[in-house]
């Protein structure tokens, strides 16, 4: 399975930004979905951002604050986070799926470990 490796996240005074990425650990051949998810101990884990080919969907509590996007060969996801609040500390996972090599069956869908955001007030 592949494995999705995130970074970026950290301390912040509320107001500031944090940017997160979430990459494959190794080469892929392209992802079609990727997501954004966060959870905070004791809750349910909740959809923060997901993004397609064609589209880009937010939670209503992060919408204009936060932006997804993936790089030019889109093998890398980010999750651009301005204006935080104490509200948004939780820990940020990605999910990807897509292809893993050329074979069309050949697919994978994974989880990173998990990246803290804590943001003080």
């Known amino acids: 399975q592949v494995q999705l490796v995130e970074s970026g996240g950290g301390l912040v005074q509320a107001g500031g930004s944090l940017r997160l990425s979430c990459a494959a650990s190794e080469m892929i051949n392209r992802i079609d979905f990727a997501g954004w998810y966060r959870q905070v101990p004791g809750s349910r884990r909740e959809m923060v951002a997901t993004?397609?080919?064609?589209?880009?969907v937010y939670a209503h509590f992060v919408e204009g604050r936060f932006a997804i996007s993936r790089d030019n060969g889109e093998k890398t996801v980010y999750l651009q986070m301005n204006n935080l609040t104490p509200e948004d500390t939780a820990v940020y996972f990605c999910?990807?799926?897509?292809?893993?090599?050329?074979?069309?069956?050949?697919?994978?869908?994974?989880w990173g470990q998990g990246t803290q955001v804590t943001v003080s007030s």
């Open positions: 993004i397609t080919p064609g589209e880009a």
């Open positions: 999910n990807a799926r897509g292809l893993r090599t050329n074979d069309f069956q050949d697919r994978f869908d994974s």
